[in-house]
């Protein structure tokens, strides 16, 4: 049975999110500020979060930011504020979902089991990661590092292959250009982040139908790039 850790300081809100996940044949924990809730995700083990941004003592976006250090689970922030940069800044610090209150319950639980869904078919049972990966008409074979795309094999260079594993087993999250070249070449590598850039515009020369209007590798403007489910 899937643990859903519910971050929200709203006792009412918590209480009818636990009701209704747990009635979906979840169980769920509520932890009730954000110093709380930031060390029962470190320490403790969820398969997914629920994250309030206006928390108190440690807010959401930091709590999302030291999570997504350590663990690569689903964290959907839950938040009243509307603006397009505060979503933007959610994401930017890792969360797979951003969900505006108020909201129904049952899109909370349809987003919640959908996310679920998605990381399993990534994530063996046990979050080992599969062998193989087949993900929208891409299929990667990690062991001999072949990539076909819609049943034909794409020749890779070594760190389009490694920057197009790294986005496709981290889906929907907002990876900045310093954060892929740090992934991928290093903080040691020669060079500029300004090769992200490029190395992103020959994958989706590979793998778009049209790579001007990308499905696979969207470009989050002011914040960075992700692979969309």
């Not at 899937?2 to 979840?26: M, P, R, S, T």
């Not at 060079?191 to 590798?217: F, L, M």
């Amino acid at each position: 049975m899937k643990k859903i850790l519910i971050i929200e300081d709203d006792a009412v809100i918590a209480e009818v999110q636990k009701d209704y996940l747990e009635a979906n044949g979840f169980t769920a924990e509520i932890a009730a500020n954000g110093d709380i809730g930031l060390q029962k995700a470190l320490h403790e083990t969820f398969d997914l979060i629920l994250l309030d941004l206006m928390l108190p003592h440690t807010d959401g976006y930091q709590i999302c930011k030291q999570v997504r250090q350590a663990k690569n689970i689903p964290i959907l922030m839950v938040s009243a504020k509307k603006e397009e940069v505060d979503k933007i800044r959610g994401l930017g610090m890792g969360a797979d979902d951003y969900i505006i209150k108020p909201f129904s319950v049952g899109e909370l639980v349809a987003r919640v089991k959908a996310h679920l869904s998605r990381y399993e078919r990534l994530i063996g049972s046990e979050g080992r990661a599969k062998d193989e990966i087949n993900l929208r008409g891409i299929r990667i074979d990690k062991l001999s590092r072949k990539v076909t795309v819609q049943e034909k094999e794409v020749v890779f260079t070594s760190k389009e292959y490694d920057l197009l594993l790294f986005l496709i087993m981290h889906p929907n999250r907002v990876f900045t250009k310093d954060e892929l070249f740090e992934k991928i070449w290093g903080f040691d590598s020669l060079g500029d982040i300004a090769t992200v850039t490029v190395h992103i515009s020959k994958i989706r020369e590979k793998i778009e139908i049209n790579p001007s209007k990308p499905q696979y590798i969207e470009t989050i403007w002011g914040v960075g790039y992700r692979f969309n489910l």
